[in-house]
T-cell receptor, first 118, second 109 residues
């Protein structure tokens, strides 16, 4: 099946620094990628939809200047948490659809990034 | 937007028994509904998709039903094994794919 690679898997940083998370589709073209945030024992909350070559679409309440998304190619999307603070500590997960498959409703997820801001 | 409720946060069962998980939604019936498995510290993995015109879908020991009248999907794991222990998420499409909070299944040997 399709593989989505997400790095890093874990990052610890000081408050005020920026952290970049990469999401790559390894064997398919992902015209659309999604970024989620998940707190313990809670559901995945969609943060933004990333479309290759265009600006990301952010969900209500998500600060686009805080969470910068770049989708420069069909296989790579990045999420940068700028000036991270302890409240940004969370599990971040990316996902993608296989753009070449007609029935492409299912999502392929990365393995997630646990961000801890001290 | 849809409110998705997975009615049990945790389910503990004996190996070999059938686990039944419930997913209820509140608004209009989606065109399809999906189930995912998530292990601790990992991203979800797709298991099954069932469309609104399908009553039941099977994959190996997994079975999913979809009742648009009750606005409910049931997810069954038959002949459960300890390796089935994980959190199971239901998801349905609104204008986006929305997820329930999940049910954590623990299968005792």
């Amino acid at each position: 099946g399709a593989v989505v690679s997400q790095h890093p898997s874990r990052v610890i940083c000081k408050s005020g620094t920026s952290v970049k998370i990469e999401c790559r589709s390894l064997d398919f073209q992902a015209t659309t990628m999604f970024w989620y945030r998940q707190f313990p024992k809670q559901s995945l909350m969609l943060m933004a939809t990333s479309n290759e070559g265009s600006k990301a679409t952010y969900e209500q309440g998500v600060e686009k200047d805080k969470f910068l998304i770049n989708h420069a190619s069909l296989t790579l999307s990045t999420l940068t948490v700028t000036s991270a603070h302890p409240e940004d500590s969370s599990f971040y997960i990316c996902s993608a659809r296989d753009g070449l498959v007609e029935t492409n409703e299912k999502l392929f997820f990365g393995s997630g990034t646990q961000l801890s801001v001290l | 937007s849809q409110k998705i409720e997975q009615n049990s946060e945790a389910l503990n069962i004996q190996e070999g028994k059938t686990a039944t998980l419930t997913c209820n939604y509140t608004n209009y019936s989606p065109a399809y509904l999906q189930w995912y498995r998530q292990d601790p510290g990992r991203g979800p993995v797709f298991l099954l998709l069932i469309r609104e015109n399908e009553k039941e879908k099977r994959k190996e020991r997994l079975k999913v039903t979809f009742d648009t009248t009750l606005k409910q999907s049931l997810f069954h794991i038959t002949a459960s094994q300890p390796a089935d222990s994980a959190t199971y998420l239901c998801a349905l499409n609104d204008y986006k794919l929305s997820f329930g909070a999940g049910t954590t299944v623990t299968v005792r040997a």
